[in-house]
């Protein structure tokens, strides 16, 4: 008995660190949804900065702040605890290696905050050369990205000694999700790392006088897409392997999701030119070819959504649910642990439907560099995303530090994603609709010397301010519901739900776990997708750009 | 007569149970919204270009 509640509990010395990054992560939300609401604030063109600050050094922070530093904090300390939870407890060598990924990374994130604090990175998170920050902001960065992949390697070592303790055996289904959106990280994020350390950083550093923009912003989307994948598998990794076991039903098939999560290393990555559809300089057969591998990515979206819909309708019928959708009225909605997660799912229906008019390259026209995109992914990375990391934080907090999760709470929680699903319906949808009229993104308030075209979009940035201040209202509700969690929830033992395959004579195949095969179909389609087209941006670079500081 | 009925009720309870026609109702309805919204902005882009 003492034995199994050892097993399902994630041990002390691990949850610790896991909490370590949960602080961080949720004082980036803090400190970035402020700099969100002044943003939407200021679009309306009702409000001013106080004291010089800028718009673009907010939207700067904003961005570091929420896709960078939450994102990537909160995503190493769920999947070091969900490693630990199912793979067994993270040896002494693994968790220091974790330790010191987490430490570096903090370090990286103080030294990129301050620079944009006193204004010396106003760059925004994409950091588009020929925009040229403080080289401090540029270093922060790499030791963000460099921290994450010792972080992640402390995953990889507790994955590997579960499998050599385990030989022949498929390794526990959220290890082995947690490592695939590990080694798709670490592949992502070379890319970043080239530009920063060849490119900016010895330019910043006023080394070399001049940076090459499309190489520098070719090598950012080549992280920039797989970057948005590293935010959504942990959430798929809640949907397929968790949800289930919270609605007290079974994982539709353990293989699928496997499946689904391959299919996601392979096909999230050589696809980044169709963030560059409008950019000059690349040839446009391959920006069609990427465009085809970026549909290729829909195929997993479409088994997760397939998958998820026959988990619950299983289960609904399993309670004696009949008729076409009668299943949905009896899942456990009083449960914020389900229904927060849900409201991520839903909106990712929406999210998915924009990003394929996005990747299209017809419709790209349309929508590139509007408002449209912003409203995208604060559908897709703010609130499906989001949402389910709020959903997994309302147990796994009170797991990590041995406390439950109230009625009350769990009440607030349901609340608070309600509150957050108004919010974004006001705020994304009205960046949806201003841009398809044309709004741009990335830009302050203007009127363009009263135009026509830019006054019709004005109710849109007013709505957008009505949506933002709701939406951080619900940022103040996550944080009581955290702090309360972390520090005052009565003691108690909260359980870390782990789903298990409705089939289990289905045993996943074992070449799911040949890396040796998956890595080398990885890295042969980014060959082909990049090779080319890269050796011709090099050969027919246009002469390098001097650095502009515009704020 | 009676015996009959039985049997087919018994069936259909059966077939209800591990029925996923929900499921393809919900897929059906996802690749729906799909399309249309698709299309809808496809409608835009070749009305102004």
Known sequence: MVNTAAKVKVDPRDAKLSMA???????ALALGGLMGLLQTLVRSGKFELPWGIGYYQILTAHGVLMGLVLTTFFIMGFQYAAVSRTAGTHSPAARRTGWIGFW?????????????????????YTFYAPLKAHW???LGLTFVVVGSWVDGAA??????????????????????????NTVMWIVATLGVAATVLFQLLPWSLGLVDTVDVLISRTLFWYFGHPLVYFWLLPAYMCWYAIIPKIIGGKIFSDSLARLSFILFLLFSIPVGFHHQLTEPGIDPAWKFIQVILTFMVIIPSLMTAFSLFATFERYGRSKGATGLFGWFKVLPWNDARFTVPFIGMASFI???????????NQMDQVVHNTIWVTGHFHLTAATS?????FGISYWLVPHLTGRKLTKAMNKLGIIQAWVWFIGMAFMSGAMHFQGLLGGPRRSAFSTYGDSKQALEWIPYQIAQAVGGTILFLGIILVLVIFINLAFFAPKGEEEFPVGEAENLQEKAPMVFENWKLWLGITAALILFAYTIPFIDIIQNAPPGSKGFKTW | MAKAELKTKHQ???????????TLASVFILGLFIIVSWVSVYYLFVDRF
């Open chain 1, 385 to 389: 995303v989001v949402l389910t990391f």
């Open chain 1, 104 to 124: 570096l990374m903090t370090a990286g994130t103080l030294m990129s905050g301050t620079m944009i604090l006193l204004n010396e990175a106003s760059v925004l």
């Open chain 1, 21 to 27: 990054h949960f602080f961080v992560a949720f004082g």
């Open chain 2, 12 to 22: 259909t309870e059966i077939e209800d149970s591990s029925s996923l026609k929900g």
């Open chain 1, 350 to 360: 929406p999210a998915g439907a924009g990003g394929i008019i996005n990747a299209s």
């Open chain 1, 155 to 180: 995953q990889i070592m507790t994955y590997a000694k579960w499998r050599k303790n385990n030989p022949g055996k498929p390794s526990p289904l959220l290890s082995f999700m947690a490592v695939i």
């Open chain 1, 136 to 138: 401090i902001f540029y």
